[in-house]
T-cell receptor, first 116, second 110 residues
Framework: DGGITQSPKYLFRKEGQNVTLSCEQNLNHDAMYWYRQDPGQGLRLIYYSQIVNDFQKGDIAEGYSVSREKKESFPLTVTSAQKNPTAFYLC???????????????FGPGTRLTVL | AQRVTQPEKLLSVFKGAPVELKCNYS??????LFWYVQYSRQRLQLLLRHISRESIKGFTADLNKGETSFHLKKPFAQEEDSAMYYCALRMRTNAGKSTFGDGTTLTVKP
């Protein structure tokens, strides 16, 4: 595997602390995404970015923040405002051009965040 | 709003039996549909996409716009097909935002 990496693999946080999850890709993809995966609830979109210095809220953005200063990097900060942050977080990227054939998403290995 | 529904959370079949994982969607535009698979201890990865009309690992899926469905089928299931399967809809508008179903866990018994 390679291409898109996430770190750390496991992360523990005390209540009231902000924490930042890293996502890096060397696939030269324009678009990047953050999802939250909870048991029985599938993947829910937190934030996504199509180009550098631009990003949009997904379906569950409250309590999260992102930045996209470089094409390769899309870090996610879980703030203390997120009421139920314990979850598995997945980062993904895609070429996301007009040609449909290339619009699949490539996923990282995930980060499991536990709030103590 | 767009929505993807996978009605079965769990599906269990015997090896060699046919398998069908259901996916229904609601979307007012022209959808791009995908099936993703997550094998145990592996990353989530693309299985197939509707635009290609391809067969991957013996799986096929046909987009039925009349029934708004994109069911995944395989005539003879194998034990290595046991995994979590997600159906996903990508909108051509709205910056390419994707919506995933809740997933179906397929277990193929020997």
């Amino acid at each position: 595997d390679g291409g898109i990496t996430q770190s750390p693999k496991y992360l523990f946080r005390k209540e009231g602390q902000n924490v930042t999850l890293s996502c890096e890709q060397n696939l030269n993809h324009d678009a990047m995404y953050w999802y939250r995966q909870d048991p029985g609830q599938g993947l829910r979109l937190i934030y996504y970015s199509q180009i550098v210095n631009d990003f949009q809220k997904g379906d569950i953005a409250e309590g999260y923040s992102v930045s996209r200063e470089k094409k390769e990097s899309f870090p996610l900060t879980v703030t203390s405002a997120q009421k139920n942050p314990t979850a598995f977080y997945l980062c993904a990227s895609s070429i996301d051009k007009g040609i449909t054939l290339y619009n699949e998403q490539f996923f990282g290995p995930g980060t499991r965040l536990t709030v103590l | 709003a767009q929505r993807v529904t996978q009605p079965e959370k769990l599906l269990s079949v015997f090896k060699g039996a046919p398998v069908e994982l259901k996916c229904n969607y609601s979307y007012s535009g022209s959808p791009e549909l995908f099936w993703y698979v997550q094998y145990s201890r592996q990353r989530l990865q693309l299985l197939l996409r509707h635009i290609s009309r391809e067969s991957i690992k013996g799986f096929t899926a046909d987009l039925n716009k009349g029934e708004t469905s994109f069911h995944l089928k395989k005539p003879f299931a194998q034990e290595e097909d046991s995994a979590m399967y997600y159906c996903a809809l990508r909108m051509r508008t709205n910056a390419g935002k994707s919506t995933f179903g809740d997933g179906t866990t397929l277990t193929v018994k020997p």
